[in-house]
């Protein structure tokens, strides 16, 4: 069974574009989380989807979105890019939303904003 | 608010035991997990415990739970080198549908 697949790995950007990152979860899952991971902030939760859904927000600007597709593959939107955006993105994937549901991460796209 | 804290760094000699340890803030929490973390990879979970329980044993790694002081451990027995990697605890905030909040985890060093 495939893991989860993050694309790009690596993405290079300038100061006010828009960047899309794309997630596909393992077959049969159906729940799709967001991350960052900076050095200083660590790991911090941006949004979960569930059957194309968002179910959760974590405290981010508007400018990161995200969506969810009827295949349950997930891209996330960041625009007007600023510096901080600069992280690694990670997408985790899990059969449902339960806590017992244990979510498997992509190995990341490193975003970095010049 | 919310909050996961654990220590920096931990340095151990391979075959030793280690232990990293962590605190939480949110009393709620139902399901406290501990996530591996390899350079250049994402997150791979290595074990959970549930509120309910003070100790869980899964081959090499025991997790102990302290509910009253909010205090979760991660003991590691007989480290190998294959161990170094950063260790992020993680609780489910705000009940069993919850997102989950990471520690900034432990980066544990092995040496031979």
């Known amino acids: 069974k495939a893991g989860v697949t993050q694309t790009p790995r690596y993405l290079i950007k300038t100061r006010g574009q828009q960047v899309t990152l794309s997630c596909s979860p393992i077959s049969g899952h159906r729940s799709v989380s967001w991350y960052q991971q900076t050095p200083g902030q660590g790991l911090q939760f941006l949004f979960e989807y569930f059957s194309e859904t968002q179910r959760n927000k974590g405290n981010f600007p508007g400018r990161f979105s995200g969506r969810q597709f009827s295949n349950s593959r997930s891209e996330m939107n960041v625009s007007t890019l600023e510096l901080g955006d600069s992280a690694l993105y990670l997408c985790?994937?899990?059969?449902?939303?339960?806590?017992?549901?244990?979510?498997?991460f992509g190995d990341g796209t490193r975003l970095s904003i010049l | 608010g919310e909050d996961v804290e654990q220590s920096l760094f931990l340095s151990v000699r391979e075959g030793d035991s280690s232990v990293i340890n962590c605190t939480y803030t949110?009393?709620?929490?139902?399901?406290l997990y501990w996530y591996k973390q390899e350079p250049g990879a994402g997150l791979q979970l290595l074990t959970y415990?549930?509120?309910?329980?003070d100790m869980k044993q899964d081959q090499r790694l025991t997790v102990l739970l302290n509910k009253k002081d909010k205090h979760l451990s991660l003991r590691i027995a007989d480290t190998q080198t294959g161990d170094s990697a950063i260790y992020f605890c993680a609780e489910r905030y705000g009940g069993s549908q919850g997102n989950l909040i990471f520690g900034k985890g432990t980066k544990l060093s092995v040496k031979p």
């Open positions: 949110d009393s709620s929490s139902t399901y």
């Open positions: 415990i549930f509120s309910n329980m």
């Open positions: 985790a994937s899990s059969p449902g939303t339960g806590a017992l549901e244990p979510q498997h």
